[in-house]
């Protein structure tokens, strides 16, 4: 296993094609009167994570791929998201996914698409599951 994102698994014989990882720093921009600009570090900016995915018919159902990570994305939820070498990255928002079908069959069905997730990571507090509450409900 490449990564996993949440309950997703990024196999590198199925999926990862690419990752780009960008960290980023803020600064403010104060205006002087007939000299240059001075620059205050405000702080550090929000990890970012790129992940180029192949989807291929050889190895699953591209399109039950997709699904899955749409399905993610659309709940807005901040998953964890953790290295194959069992290193804790943070954890991430899905902010974007993009697809490019590479092949398909005459009929139309998917057999190739690139897909490219953007991760964006996430500072909140992480929702927690809720917990179906069992026998006798207290007042």
Not at 121 to 135: C, D, F, N, R, V
């Amino acid at each position: 296993m490449f990564a996993q994102l949440g309950d997703i698994k990024f196999e590198l014989i199925t999926y990862f094609n690419g990752l780009t990882e960008t960290m980023s720093y803020n600064y403010a921009q104060h205006e002087r009167i007939e000299n240059k600009p001075i620059l205050q570090f405000l702080g550090k900016g929000l990890i970012e994570e790129n992940l180029k995915l192949n989807f291929h018919r050889t190895f699953c159902v591209p399109e039950d791929e997709i699904k899955n990570l749409v399905d993610v994305a659309d709940k807005a939820t901040p998953l964890k998201y953790i290295k194959g070498n069992g290193e804790y990255v943070g954890v991430f928002v899905i902010e974007e996914i993009g697809q490019v079908v590479e092949q398909a069959s005459p009929e139309g069905d998917l057999l190739s698409i690139q897909v490219d997730v953007r991760l964006r990571e996430y500072t909140g507090k992480i929702p927690e599951e809720q917990e179906e509450q069992k026998g006798f409900k207290k007042k």
